[in-house]
Nanobody, 119 residues
Framework: VQLQASGGGLVQPGGSLRLSCAASGSIFSIYNMGWYRQAPGKQRDLVASVSPAGGTNYASSVVGRFTIARDNAKNTMYLQMNSLKSEDTAVYYC??????????????WGQGTLVTVSS
């Protein structure tokens, strides 16, 4: 199973970006999906997560600005980021809990995509 993240880049404060993460390989189903971020010199923190049924959870710092979504048919997850601030600058990683069969579930990470918010 591989996760491919994309959509990062340079954006001005107040701007928007949309991140995508697509899973490929031998996948039975996908349980929870989540986006994490890691700024230089800091730990990797959860930004947002979405359950199989679509229930969402957000870090307090992004509530009202970021929206996480999933497309189960495409094994893909998205993160719409609006009103970006300089403190959102980080490498963003996607994570998925993948069922390889009905009894085996493993966590996988994407390669990370850099988001830089700067004027």
């Amino acid at each position: 199973v591989q996760l491919q993240a994309s959509g990062g880049g340079l954006v001005q404060p107040g701007g928007s970006l949309r991140l995508s993460c697509a899973a490929s390989g031998s996948i039975f189903s996908i349980y929870n999906m989540g986006w994490y971020r890691q700024a230089p010199g800091k730990q990797r923190d959860l930004v947002a997560s979405v359950s199989p049924a679509g229930g969402t959870n957000y870090a307090s710092s992004v509530v009202g600005r970021f929206t996480i979504a999933r497309d189960n048919a495409k094994n893909t997850m998205y993160l719409q980021m609006n009103s970006l601030k300089s403190e959102d600058t980080a490498v963003y990683y996607c994570n998925m809990e993948v069922h390889l069969d009905p009894w085996t579930r493993r966590g996988y990470w994407g390669q990370g995509t850099l988001v830089t918010v700067s004027s």
